[in-house]
């Protein structure tokens, strides 16, 4: 799977965008890039993925460049519950069978109040 | 839906002992999860893949006679350590896919190992 590369921490205001940037330049054509979250002590959860489209759930956007070797994470209204880790991850999509989630390092995002 | 559980959610035990951790997929069948271990202000790292109904495939450095995996339904999986000592707690954080058609996994709440 494609590394990726995230900034260490970032903070951003509550009620105020979050915007968590994830590079991933040696992306091939089949893998996708999903992004987890893991608040402290607990297991990470899901929140989007895609691959070349940008895609919207009740969570969160995800847009992906033209390229796709980078992409952004946007939290439209953050509150203090989205304090978490955010790892990005780019893996190939496995009808048929799993494939494995390989975790880097992650953004730890602090929303101030 | 796609919910996992884990249990139990905390565990303490005496150097020596082996702990079992349940993992289950509470409203789907799964038949692949994975089992992760996260030492403190580390990222996750993958144990061990377990597939409903064959042997598991651990990850290189991880001793497949030390972490007993069981996956005997499409709904449970199992990771028991044998005898843990103190370097063995951690917080161990189990996942399961959601099926055909979805490579999207869901993760269960984690279980929190400590060997004294």
Known sequence: DAKTTQPPSMDCAEGRAANLPCNHSTISGNEYVYWYRQIHSQGPQYIIHGLKNNETNEMASLIITEDRKSSTLILPHATLRDTAVYYCIVRVFQYSSASKIIFGSGTRLSIRP | GAVVSQ??????CKSGTSV???????DFQATTMFWYRQFP??????MATSNEGSKATYEQGVEKDKFL????????????VTSAHPEDSSFYICSARLGQGSDTQYFGPGTRLTVL
Request: net charge positive.
């Open chain 2, 41 to 46: 202000k580390q990222s996750l790292m993958l």
């Open chain 2, 20 to 26: 079992k951790i349940e993992c289950r997929s509470l």
């Open chain 2, 69 to 80: 995996i069981n996956h005997a339904s499409l709904t449970l999986s199992t990771l028991t």
């Open chain 2, 7 to 12: 249990h139990p959610s905390r565990v303490i």
